[in-house]
């Protein structure tokens, strides 16, 4: 079992920036990759940035691509997402999740999820 905790969340302005940290305990496996997603009110949970256990591969959604860095710090056992010009449109409950493997995009592929954390972005 991997248990995962999100953190950072927040009310910001448009053009503001945010950092989200999530801890990852119990049986942590090298072989990780760890993802964060969002979901809106209304709306299904969506893909956001992705990250393999070394650091050295990542992808992002074209929606964040350019604004968000996902980066991890494998000695702390933490994972971030830096969200830098944010626009109201990234409003949403941020989750980070953990999956044994190479870096992948699906919800359905992560097993691991945390609680959640809220971000709400401000016109």
């Known amino acids: 079992q991997v248990q995962l905790v999100e953190s950072g969340g927040g009310l910001v302005q448009t053009g503001a920036s945010l950092r989200l940290s999530c801890a990852a305990s119990?049986?942590?496996?090298?072989?990780?990759?760890m993802g964060w997603f969002r979901q809106a009110p209304g709306k299904e949970r969506e893909f956001v940035a992705a990250?393999?256990?070394?650091?050295?591969?990542?992808t992002y959604a074209a929606s964040v691509k350019g604004r968000f860095t996902i980066s991890k710090d494998n000695a702390k056992n933490t994972v971030y997402l830096q969200m830098d010009s944010m626009k109201p449109e990234d409003t949403a409950v941020y989750y980070c999740?953990?999956?044994?493997?190479?870096?992948?995009?699906?919800?359905?592929?992560?097993?691991?999820w945390g609680q959640g954390t809220q971000v709400t972005v401000s016109s």
């Open positions: 999740a953990a999956s044994p493997g190479p870096v992948v995009t699906r919800p359905s592929q992560y097993p691991y």
């Open positions: 119990g049986r942590t496996y090298s072989s990780y990759a």
């Open positions: 990250i393999n256990w070394s650091g050295d591969s990542t």
